[in-house]
């Protein structure tokens, strides 16, 4: 259940650069067949059963506004909700904690995001491909990830070269995101004369990432509506 947890908030937190070539039209019956047979685990089932409806649950007008960074200080309140209600679905967590989760961790990835953006963080298109080459190589190497992937893309009826391509800004995203906390970081250990990579310095991590996030959070004015 942990695993499946895991993949679904990876999933669901990310709201504004969803996948962008999802087809209303629901997936073809070889998916649905596979999907339901007795060889397929009920993680992988259940990422496919959660990918399918999120899919389903969108009108051609809202997909238009998922197809780039969203770069609003607003977070959509029904989007999280919709999101929350699916995750509930599958997972022992109930729709107001997913929606908690959801909110905290949104407000928080955006107000980062867009202080990085602001403050002219960048990841270049070969740090982009780099990291999207190692996830390509990990899909390839671990059977694990590759049925939790193929769960995913096959959920939003996307071939897998779809699915890197829409994953791609997303990757993007994150990439930014964790660009500026790890520059924040060092910055804080120099301030505090602690020497980066050592035990005190992730263990302050913790501590540096709320103030960094609920300081940006107020500059933006971040917030769900």
Same mark, same amino acid.
């Given at each position: 259940? *942990?695993?499946?947890?895991?993949? @679904?908030?990876?999933?669901?937190?990310?709201?504004?650069? @969803?996948?962008?070539?999802?087809?209303?039209?629901?997936?073809?019956?070889?998916?649905? %067949?596979?999907? $339901? %047979?007795?060889?397929?685990?009920?993680?992988? *089932?259940?990422?496919? +059963?959660?990918?399918?409806?999120?899919?389903?649950?969108?009108?051609?007008?809202?997909?238009?506004?998922?197809?780039?960074?969203?770069?609003?200080?607003?977070? &959509?309140? !029904?989007?999280?909700?919709?999101?929350? $209600?699916?995750?509930?679905?599958?997972?022992? =967590? %109930?729709?107001?904690?997913?929606?908690?989760?959801?909110?905290?961790?949104?407000?928080? &990835? +955006?107000?980062?995001?867009?202080?990085?953006?602001?403050?002219?963080? *960048?990841?270049?298109?070969?740090?982009? !491909?780099?990291?999207?080459?190692?996830? =390509?190589?990990? /899909?390839?190497? !671990?059977?694990? #990830?590759?049925?939790?992937?193929?769960?995913? $893309?096959?959920? /939003?009826?996307?071939?897998?070269?779809?699915?890197?391509?829409?994953? $791609?800004?997303? +990757?993007? #995203?994150?990439?930014?995101? &964790?660009?500026?906390?790890?520059? /924040?970081?060092?910055?804080?250990?120099?301030?505090?004369?602690?020497?980066?990579?050592?035990?005190?310095?992730?263990?302050? +991590?913790?501590?540096? /990432?709320?103030?960094? %996030?609920?300081?940006?959070?107020?500059?933006?004015? @971040?917030?769900?509506?």
């Amino acid at each position: 259940m *942990k695993r499946i947890i895991i993949a @679904v908030s990876s999933l669901v937190v990310v709201l504004g650069v @969803v996948f962008a070539m999802v087809l209303l039209n629901g997936n073809d019956t070889d998916d649905d %067949s596979y999907y $339901r %047979s007795s060889g397929v685990s009920e993680e992988e *089932k259940d990422l496919y +059963q959660f990918s399918k409806a999120d899919a389903e649950s969108f009108t051609k007008e809202e997909l238009k506004n998922l197809t780039a960074i969203d770069e609003s200080p607003v977070i &959509n309140r !029904d989007l999280i909700k919709k999101r929350a $209600r699916l995750a509930a679905e599958i997972s022992d =967590k %109930s729709q107001e904690e997913w929606e908690m989760t959801l909110e905290q961790k949104s407000v928080k &990835n +955006q107000a980062i995001y867009l202080a990085a953006k602001k403050e002219g963080v *960048k990841v270049s298109d070969k740090e982009l !491909d780099d990291a999207m080459n190692k996830l =390509k190589e990990l /899909y390839e190497e !671990d059977a694990e #990830y590759k049925k939790e992937i193929d769960a995913i $893309r096959s959920g /939003y009826n996307l071939t897998i070269d779809e699915y890197w391509d829409t994953y $791609r800004e997303q +990757q993007r #995203y994150t990439m930014m995101i &964790n660009k500026y906390e790890e520059e /924040y970081y060092r910055r804080m250990a120099a301030k505090e004369g602690i020497k980066p990579d050592t035990s005190e310095y992730y263990d302050r +991590q913790k501590k540096w /990432y709320t103030q960094l %996030s609920d300081k940006m959070i107020q500059k933006y004015n @971040v917030r769900v509506e």
